[in-house]
């Protein structure tokens, strides 16, 4: 079945900083990708939907200076976490379509990456 | 506007009991998908069910099943002889297709716990 990877699985970085995490489609080629954000015993909630070889599109509230997305091939997005602080410590999960397979609606989701700024 | 309703914040219930999670969801739109996750404390998201709005059958797989009642816009979920390894947040989410990219809206979750 369709695997999306998350890297790195856990980060810890100092405030101030900036922090990358990767997702992947191992087995596939993903058009779209999603990025969420889950808080401590929240809902996940949309950040931004990535295309590859366009800009993402944010959803209301979400800082695209801030959070850059970079989706430059067909199986892999970039989210960086710029100037990080603790108010962005969060669960980061992606998910990726793949157009060949599976229908409009089918999202595979990431393992996630838990964000810790301290 | 999209909305997905888990009124139920937390349920505990003692192993072997049956249990339902209730999902009520609004939407403009007449085609629609429907989806349950599990996400374990290890955090990775399950896939259990999908379904489409012009599905209506209810579907059972082992302990799990599902009833859709779109007249009631609910899609409620039914742990049969519940376990401990069922112990997990469960979140109900919509779909739609017009529009595109199919963003899923997610419910805030039921936290189920389930005690030997």
């Known amino acids: 079945g369709a695997v999306v990877s998350q890297h790195p699985s856990w980060v810890i970085c100092k405030s101030g900083t900036s922090v990358k995490i990767e997702c992947r489609s191992l087995d596939f080629q993903a058009t779209t990708m999603f990025w969420y954000r889950q808080f401590p015993k929240q809902s996940l909630m949309l950040m931004a939907t990535s295309n590859e070889g366009s800009k993402a599109t944010y959803e209301q509230g979400v800082e695209k200076d801030k959070f850059l997305i970079n989706h430059a091939s067909l199986t892999l997005s970039t989210l960086t976490v710029t100037s990080a602080h603790p108010e962005d410590s969060s669960f980061y999960i992606c998910?990726?379509?793949?157009?060949?397979?599976?229908?409009?609606?089918?999202?595979?989701f990431g393992p996630g990456t838990r964000l810790t700024v301290t | 506007a999209q909305k997905v309703t888990q009124a139920q914040t937390e349920i505990s219930v003692v192993e072997k009991e049956d249990v339902t999670l209730d999902c009520v969801y609004e939407t403009r739109d007449t085609t629609y998908y429907l989806f349950w996750y599990k996400q374990p404390p290890s955090g990775e998201l399950v896939f259990l069910i999908r379904?489409?709005?012009?599905?209506?059958q209810n579907e059972i797989s082992g302990r799990y099943s599902w009833n859709f009642q779109k007249s009631t816009s609910s899609f409620n979920f039914t742990i049969t002889a519940s376990q401990v390894v069922d112990s997990a947040v469960y979140f109900c989410a919509l779909s739609e297709l017009p529009g595109g990219y199919n963003k899923l809206i997610f419910g805030a979750g039921t936290r189920l716990a389930v005690h030997p």
């Open positions: 998910s990726a379509r793949d157009p060949q397979t599976a229908a409009l609606y089918e999202q595979y």
């Open positions: 379904r489409n709005s012009f599905d209506e």
